[in-house]
Each structure stands twice: as C-alpha cells, then as structure tokens.
C-alpha cells in the first residue's frame, strides 16, 4: 500500500442547513436533496460544498496501523486523493481533512 497523508488542522466545525447554502449550488450540486430528508448536514471545504450523505462509512474494523484510523468517512476524488471526515457524536459538527498518496 502507498504511503498514505492526511492533512487537517482538527477544528471541529457545524454544519450547516440547507437555507445557508447558496442557491445556485443547491441548483447546481444538489438538485438530488429535498427540504424534509436534507435540512442539515451541508459544509465547505477548500471552495467545494459537501453534504455528508456524499462520504462513504468504512464498513470493516480500520487496522490500528490504518492511516484513516479516527476518521469516520471518506469521499474520494481520484484513485489517490480525497476528503475524510469525523462526526461529533451528536451530529452537529465534524472535522475535516485531505488525504492523498
């Protein structure tokens, strides 16, 4: 396995609702949200908006020497890079980093 780098800072963030994102990027990147299943959940990271149904859960038991150990999801944007998050446990905020090989 490549050797893999995560960069973050650790600041935990909020999300935010569905009314704070900017119309044109719910038209653009969201036209698959409603209102009643995704009110919340949204941020952005480095000029891109996310919303946290995007990023895919690790289904099996991370090794201890994974370097997404802590990190609870992930959403890829090439073979070699992508967005890991961590959620709070009660959902209201998260921390976010890049991770590329």
Same mark, same amino acid.
């Given at each position: 396995?490549?050797?893999?780098? #995560?960069?973050?800072? &650790? &600041?935990?963030?909020?999300?935010?609702?569905?009314?704070? !994102?900017?119309?044109?990027?719910?038209?653009?990147?969201?036209?698959?949200?409603?209102?009643?299943? &995704?009110?919340?959940?949204?941020?952005?990271?480095?000029?891109?908006?996310? &919303?946290?149904?995007?990023? %895919? !859960?690790?289904? %099996?038991?991370?090794?201890?020497? %994974?370097?997404?150990?802590?990190?609870?999801?992930?959403?890829?944007?090439?073979?070699?890079?992508?967005?890991?998050?961590?959620?709070?446990?009660?959902?209201?905020?998260?921390? #976010?980093?890049?991770?590329?090989?």
């Amino acid at each position: 396995m490549a050797d893999i780098t #995560i960069k973050t800072n &650790h &600041h935990w963030r909020d999300f935010v609702y569905r009314s704070d !994102v900017p119309a044109d990027v719910l038209a653009d990147r969201f036209d698959w949200t409603n209102e009643e299943d &995704h009110f919340d959940g949204f941020f952005c990271y480095r000029g891109w908006w996310y &919303h946290n149904s995007e990023f %895919s !859960v690790w289904t %099996s038991k991370l090794e201890d020497d %994974s370097p997404f150990k802590g990190w609870d999801a992930y959403a890829g944007d090439s073979y070699f890079s992508g967005v890991v998050i961590k959620v709070s446990r009660d959902g209201e905020r998260y921390q #976010i980093g890049t991770y590329f090989s």
